[in-house]
Nanobody, 123 residues
């Protein structure tokens, strides 16, 4: 099982980025894929999770209305569309899976991790 996260970069406040998490080794199906982020000097925190069921989860109030998580089963990829970015979104973003369908907000429950992609929001 391998997760590959990419799509980060340097953007200005108010701009957008789309992160991708490409999964190999299993078919996405309804497996949960979560996005976490870790800002410099801070704990890793859960951002959003999708398990292809009725609703996705956004664990942070600060991203609701700005971030959208989706999946493309044909591409075996989960996306995190991030709009109206601000400096507080600056972090390394990781995607993660535990091989099940439930979305957890704690990193300890996830077994498989992507390598992380850096997002920097700065003017």
């Amino acid at each position: 099982v391998q997760l590959q996260a990419f799509g980060g970069g340097l953007v200005e406040p108010g701009e957008s980025l789309r992160l991708s998490c490409r999964v190999s080794g299993f078919r996405l199906g309804d497996f949960a894929i979560a996005w976490f982020r870790q800002a410099p000097g801070k704990e890793r925190e859960a951002v959003s999770c999708d398990n292809d069921m009725l609703s996705t989860k956004h664990f942070l109030d600060s991203v609701r209305g700005r971030f959208t998580i989706s999946r493309d089963k044909a591409e075996n990829t989960v996306y995190l569309q991030m709009d109206n970015l601000n400096a507080e979104d600056t972090a390394v973003y990781y995607c993660a899976s535990h091989g099940g369908s439930e979305c957890f907000d704690r990193s300890v429950f996830y077994e498989y991790w992507g390598q992380g992609t850096k997002v920097t929001v700065s003017s």
